[in-house]
């Protein structure tokens, strides 16, 4: 099958020819239908962030169930599905605490390059390929474990199946899970790429008030701005003063989707005392980011960080869907360009530029 392979950072992704073996016990085989487009994803390929390679890419897909393996239980041959980068193996102290984002499973195929056992499906020419996160769905077809997909209600377009499995629940979450009581509350939301816009929607839904939402590019205001945004500032040297002047008191909380020191701090001292800064931008590995002590403490400011929206997404997802299908999330307003699998690299370097809305591939096309 096609598959868009990374073999060393900060080269152009490479359509090859990859041998996919079939599902082993626990296991299923998922025709691609779409795949969104994720900053993760341009993470791993500028290696910001790190797993074994070679690697097939993309973790944030939807598609069909072709095959299962021995013992699946939960889903069957012809089920539409959204695949997961968080699988659960329900008995750990994370999964039984309600986190399963948290869920051990989930670091093993991070760092294994495999699948839960640790072995991977993906082969070229005989020698091995990773997969990513367990789920590397920038190809035709993927083999996942069955505890990482989760099968949709009638009348999911696969495209926003694709990316609610990945910026919509780590957005939406932060917002409804990550964050208490947001009804009346004033929100900041720094950077509005998919998972910034994905934290507006669910901000909408949550009735913060006001939304103010800050990035560098004009476009992506005006998306934020059509989801729901009350307020933009454009990103830039004066955006400190400029969210001071108009919230003389600060925010009450604010959700920074960008991953670095200087917007991590600007979202900091932008709430007001006894406020909530919640992080879910990845950020470079091993990078840190420094916090004024006596602002901290004085003022009792909240620093957490949100994964995956903060939530077990087999039950996340479910009321995500829900809330499409009511009207109350427009995820497909979330949604820019579709590409064929080939364009894979146009598609990253769009993500780049921002302002395009959420690409996604379709490996059928
Ligand atoms: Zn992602
Ligand atoms: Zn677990």
Redesign the pocket.
Known sequence: MRAALLSEPRRPLEIADVDLAPPRGGEVLVRVEAAGVCHSDYHYVQGDLRCPLPVVVGHEGAGMVEAVGPGVQHVAVGDAVSLLWRP?????R??LSGH?ER???GRVQATTGGLLDGTTRLSRGGSPVNHLLGVSCFAERCVVPEHSVVRLPDGIPFPVAAVAGCAVITGVGAALNALDHLAGRSLLVVGAGGVGCAAVMGAVVAGASPIVVIDANDRALDLARSLGATDTLLAGDHADSAIRERYTDGVDCAIEAVGRPETLRLAFSALRPGGTLVGVGLGTVGQDFALPINELVQQEKRVVGSLYGSASPPLELPRIFSLYQSGKLPLDRLLGATYPLEAVNDALSDLVAGGHGRGVLLPGT
Do not use: Y
């Open positions: 659960r193996c329900g008995e750990c994370a999964c399963s869920c051990v499973l």
